[in-house]
Antibody
Framework: QVQLQESGPGLVKPSQTLSLICNVSGGSISSGGYYWSWFRQHPGKGLEWIGFIYYTGSTFYNPSLESRLSISVDTSKNQVSLKLSSVTAADTALYYC???????????????WGQGTAVTVSS | QSALTQPASVSGSPGQSITISCTGSSSDVGGYNYVSWYQQHPDEAPKLIIYGVSNRPSGVSNRFSGSKSGHTASLTISGLQAEDEADYYCTSYTSGGSLLFGGGTKLTVL
């Protein structure tokens, strides 16, 4: 079955760019019409939506992050990537990637999640 | 964008039913049927338990049900079990083309 696995640097310095990868295994990103999304959860806090990407590359971003955010898909590597620039301590969080339940059109319900990757922003 | 409003905590005894509310506006909950609910146990990824206001994904217990009235969505858990103790989050698609979460509700099974 399809599985998601996030990976990243763990520690990023303030003002630098955070880069995360979501590796998709057990299925091809390009074979289905799914939306893929990134979420994050600050320590001890609730969930926050970061952005979506369709397998064709169309993106939708959280307005509060849009100016610093880039989400892309690499169908050849079967990966979804996130880049967040000019990070601060407020970007310290557990980052998750997830897949929409429906593969024909988005229903904005995510039933497949990775285990998350922790990111700390600190000098 | 303000988060959807959920109670910070609810509690119930085993076998009882509880309801968690999720209040938004006409730009999100009230305007779309793209309301979902997630269950999150400590140190685990969220699990989708309700989508499209009232639909259950395959494998989710029928003790979980969802509904919506106006700008408020609700999650009801019937026949409470100890394993239901978790955090619960609602989400809704918004008119701005984004996804908004509620602040989360901690369910305690007494």
């Amino acid at each position: 079955q399809v599985q998601l696995q996030e990976s990243g640097p763990g520690l990023v310095k303030p003002s630098q760019t955070l880069s995360l990868i979501c590796n998709v295994s057990g299925g091809s990103i390009s074979s289905g019409g799914y939306y893929w999304s990134w979420f994050r959860q600050h320590p001890g806090k609730g969930l926050e939506w970061i952005g979506f990407i369709y397998y064709t590359g169309s993106t939708f971003y959280n307005p509060s992050l849009e100016s610093r955010l880039s989400i892309s898909v690499d169908t050849s590597k079967n990966q979804v990537s996130l880049k967040l620039s000019s990070v601060t301590a407020a970007d310290t969080a557990l980052y998750y990637c997830a897949r929409d339940l429906n593969n024909h059109y988005p229903i904005f319900a995510f039933d497949l999640w990775g285990q998350g990757t922790a990111v700390t922003v600190s000098s | 964008q303000s988060a959807l409003t959920q109670p910070a905590s609810v509690s119930g005894s085993p076998g009882q039913s509880i309801t968690i509310s999720c209040t938004g506006s006409s730009s999100d909950v009230g305007g779309y049927n793209y309301v979902s609910w997630y269950q999150q146990h400590p140190d685990e990824a969220p699990k989708l338990i309700i989508y499209g206001v009232s639909n259950r994904p395959s494998g989710v217990s029928n003790r979980f049900s969802g509904s919506k009235s106006g700008h408020t969505a609700s999650l009801t858990i019937s026949g409470l079990q100890a394993e239901d103790e978790a955090d619960y989050y609602c989400t809704s698609y918004t008119s701005g083309g984004s996804l908004l979460f509620g602040g989360g509700t901690k369910l305690t099974v007494l």
